[in-house]
């Protein structure tokens, strides 16, 4: 059974290189990023040698790299492509080999590899003697069985919540908190640190509660072993090991439900609208109508904004709980509340999938393309522009620069309208398949796409900036009346980006009149 | 005689060394119900994708009412309309939301969208569900809204992949009895199907198509040539596994 999934695993992978380019490209990329991501963390945790925080670092970097493991299957851009039980239901299998099968599986491939060869700077860093070495290699794999064993239990467990489409729906928004305290420990944690107001006591402080989790276990064992005291070491990997048999017993429980679990969605629900709204204004009004009522009945929409919404307080949050309120850090959520709305929105065909192509039987002119884009950008803005003004609005108040608001604003109008502009380009130019796997809420790209997905990301995060910063120089430097001056800058913030929106959605028109075709292949193979 | 509703001319695709379709002609003409019937595989899809505009074919041409699909697609998908094989639809909108959309995103007008939006909702039987999402229809109530958004712009020629997979006999007999009547009002329709029996009843046009190649085509009774339309099928596209020998194990019979 591992064997044969383990090969499985593999064939897949080769199948997807030979099938594509991107695929194949997307896999060097993936590599190189786990090879970097390895030699990072093993150097990084090799430095802590002799350091008096090294056994505080390296399990605060165990219950991280646990984390992670919990957290990227859900939301991220699908790094674990392990295989979904849902296919295996058929086959008469028992589920303790399955188990052991889709364990290796997941093991079985470059991150997982990454994982075991970074966290294995501990050898270096934490332990010493040859008993210490032994034992932090014994850890560092426990350790990273932990973290596989805990993702399948904890994604396994939530395919199991997701019978009905309502449930589906309600499981979906879990993403969101777990979102925040992710984006709590990469925004405002550091920020603090570089304060100075994280101190070898502060780490000692986590460590004394984070050496009691199973990751914190596997790092204080090597500092056992090299402290001479194996019985203790013994005593704390065999604990990990008991939780990692825990863990896999309620795996397989979990698993068994998934796999005879089928949807039952029969609920019904009914809708009040009697028809749809503002189609009466031609095509761009229907079209608005459409993703209007999009963004308020599909879950995803909903929780893009919220997640929207978390990343801006994230980022201004370490300037409210820290000493230094700078009122620039505003001007940065505004830049990346922007970009967001642009990059959750930049694959709208993919994100649509095969329902698209309803919409590209009646669309092919330029003109109709036009409609597509500006309509969609429409219904975006209507929700964007009250939504990032009035958090722009509660986080100038809350860092206690009411006055700098409209600072915020003019940069959240500017930024919108070039996020709106890059998500209409990279819809047409960067287009690919999404996929919704089994027991995740949130649409990741298909296999072989992640880079083009990663690309998307980072050319809007970039290009919003890029395009905001006139606006931002504009605001930070100009002074004067506010009765003149607040009302000037937001109206010619506004209007340069309107006229970015504009021009993102000729370029974006003229680019889909010669690639429909290839957006309606991408749309048919979009699964969601 | 008038030029054919549809003209397919040396029709090509393939992917990767793999040839799906190998050059099919094909002439259909107007008023006509006409099936395309052919094993798995065989490059039904993936011709109907080429002639609603989906996918583009490596060489051929193809007219619908003498507008070329690919020079000029604006011309062509005006007068098409099309159902898909998996009618994925837009799950979040009613069903009667979907239709007006559909009929809006036609350029008709609003107060036209939704009266022939009601009148679609009550020859397929959907009235009832009208405020429900698509997303909680059966396969035969989404097979049915998809037809709707399809046909609310009139179009003079429908395409659809195997309209009747799927669907329970009641919605299967709303969708039969829809698409008789548009073809006699003297709209065309081809569809592709591996139900023998029903493109048998429906059809008075039929191409078979095997390994990505018109095998035959003609009217129903040319095609048949005094056998059932199953049989003919099989005779000329031939059956896989004639070895009954090899499977001596299969059945209760044997350990």
Redesign the interface.
Known sequence: MVGLLVQLKLRLLRNALRSSTAAKASFIISTILACVLAILVFAGLALLRGHSTAVALTSITFTVFAFGWLILPIFAFGLDSTLDPANLALYPLRTRPLVAGLLAASAAGAWPVANVIGLLGATVGLAHGAAGVLTAVVAVVLEVLFCITLARFVTTSMAGLLRS?RGKDFAAFLIVPIFALYEFFIQVVPKVASEGKITAATFSGIDSWMRWLPPGMAAHAIKDASDGDPSAALLRLALLALVIVVLGVLWIRALRRALVTADT????????????PF??YG?RG??A??FW??QR??PTSLIYWLLTAVIMVAVSASSIVGQNKHPGVLLASAVFGAAFVGFFHANTVGLT???F?????????RR?LRAYFSGQNLALAVIAVPLLAAISLGLAAAAGHPASAPNGIAVDLAGLGAALAFSDIFTVVLAYPMVKRAGSPMRQAAQGYTSLGLLGVLGTLGGVAVAAAPVIVVAVLVSGHAAVRVPALLVSAAGYGIALAWAGVRIAARAAEQR???L??VA?RSTL | MNQPAIAVRGLRKAFGAKEAVAGIDLEIAAGSLAGLVGPNGAGKTTSLSMM?????PDSGQILINGADVWAD??AA?AI???V?A?A???????G??LL???G????MP?TD??SRTGQLLDVLDLTEDA???V??YSTGMRKKVALG?ALIHNPSVLFLDEPLEGVDPVSADVIRRLLTRFAASGSTVLFSSHVMELVEQVCDHVSIIDKGRIVVSGTTAEVRGGKTLQQAFIDLVGTRATDEEVLSWLGSSSS
């Open positions: 489409r969605s029969t609920q019904r629900s009914r809708v009040r609208a009697s028809a749809l189609a009466r095509l229907t079209l109508a459409r009522i999009y009945r599909e999938g095969p329902p192509l309803q919409e590209a039987f009646a669309l092919s002119s109709e429909l075709p290839e309606c292949q048919i | 609603t505009g989906l996918l583009r697609p604006p998908k098409i309309g099309v898909t998996e994925k639809l837009f799950e979040r909108l009613s009667e939301e007006e959309y559909a809006r995103l036609r350029g609003t969208a939704r405020k429900r999402l997303a909680d958004c």
